[in-house]
């Protein structure tokens, strides 16, 4: 019987690595598969990405081919959400198969733009005091100019075309089912987060864990339980 394959999409700065302890935990019946953003990991020698369209279009010409293989689903964390949100639409636009749900976390939805900072138009200290308040980077790697030196062009990047992307909406609503993930102390309130329903005509729910924006590095057990179960509900025999 052919596997269930979670296409997981890292946040703002992240990698396909970043996920790679979710095998750990994760059912043997779904594949794991941690996309590669271009400008990082396999894929560093890679021009970074223009748009969050110039993103999307890039990844459905190469994972396309994959999706006839098996059922499949999305994750996205933040960013990775977002990409998994349009990513969904050009699918659909290319009557392609679909993945049977999708998992959106630390993000909230798109028509519901927050006021923020133009992070990328910062000055590199500036910057690098901005991402320290929002966690997920210790200090001691901001310090370590040799890791600064790599990892600051993709974190610059990457929020250059999260923060300039533009929402259109639609009049047709996505079909799958959709799990929200949310941490209480991110600063998005729950209500906010229920909005998601909304861009579906099939199921949606949310679950909250404690912690900020980066809570799924310290909930990872927890949300790759809620994963293995909601997939069961498409693959009877992960639930075996």
Same mark, same amino acid.
């Given at each position: 019987? #052919?596997?269930?394959?979670? !296409?997981?999409?890292?946040?703002?700065?992240?990698?396909?690595?970043?996920?790679?302890?979710? &095998?750990? !935990?994760?059912?043997?019946?779904?594949?794991? +598969? @941690?996309?590669?953003?271009?400008?990082? =990991?396999? &894929?560093?020698? /890679?021009?970074?990405?223009? #748009?969050?369209?110039?993103?999307?279009?890039?990844? !459905?010409?190469?994972?396309? @081919?994959?999706?006839?293989?098996?059922?499949?689903?999305?994750?996205?964390?933040?960013?990775?959400?977002?990409? +998994?949100?349009?990513?969904?639409?050009?699918?659909?636009?290319? %009557?392609?198969?679909?993945?049977?749900?999708?998992? $959106?976390?630390?993000? #909230? @939805?798109?028509?519901?733009?927050?006021?923020?900072?133009?992070?990328?138009?910062?000055?590199?200290?500036?910057?690098?005091? /901005?991402?320290?308040?929002?966690? =997920?980077? @210790?200090?001691?790697?901001? *310090?370590?100019?040799?890791?600064?030196?790599?990892?600051?062009?993709?974190?610059?990047?990457?929020?250059?075309?999260? *923060?300039?992307?533009?929402?259109?909406?639609?009049?047709?609503? $996505?079909?799958?089912?959709?799990?929200?993930?949310? =941490?209480?102390?991110?600063?998005?309130?729950?209500?906010?987060?229920?909005?998601?329903?909304?861009?579906?005509?099939?199921? #949606?729910?949310? !679950?909250?864990? /404690?912690? =900020?924006?980066?809570?799924?590095?310290?909930?990872?057990?927890?949300? +790759?339980?809620?994963?293995?179960?909601?997939?069961? &509900?498409?693959?009877?025999?992960?639930? %075996?």
């Amino acid at each position: 019987m #052919s596997k269930m394959r979670l !296409y997981c999409f890292p946040y703002a700065g992240g990698s396909a690595a970043v996920f790679n302890k979710w &095998r750990t !935990y994760l059912n043997r019946r779904i594949e794991l +598969v @941690p996309v590669e953003l271009a400008g990082r =990991g396999a &894929r560093f020698r /890679e021009a970074f990405y223009g #748009s969050l369209f110039e993103a999307v279009n890039d990844l !459905y010409s190469k994972l396309n @081919p994959t999706f006839t293989h098996s059922p499949y689903a999305f994750f996205g964390h933040s960013m990775g959400s977002l990409l +998994v949100y349009e990513l969904c639409h050009k699918i659909m636009a290319e %009557n392609r198969k679909e993945p049977v749900h999708i998992f $959106l976390s630390g993000k #909230s @939805p798109p028509h519901l733009k927050r006021e923020t900072k133009l992070l990328h138009t910062l000055p590199i200290e500036k910057f690098k005091e /901005e991402i320290y308040e929002i966690g =997920g980077t @210790p200090r001691e790697v901001l *310090e370590n100019q040799e890791l600064m030196d790599i990892f600051i062009p993709i974190l610059k990047a990457d929020y250059q075309i999260y *923060e300039t992307y533009e929402f259109t909406p639609r009049d047709t609503k $996505l079909k799958m089912g959709i799990t929200v993930f949310n =941490g209480i102390s991110d600063n998005i309130g729950y209500e906010t987060m229920l909005e998601w329903g909304k861009y579906t005509s099939g199921s #949606s729910e949310i !679950y909250q864990f /404690e912690g =900020g924006h980066f809570f799924i590095h310290q909930h990872t057990v927890e949300i +790759v339980e809620i994963i293995n179960k909601t997939l069961s &509900r498409y693959c009877p025999a992960i639930a %075996n």
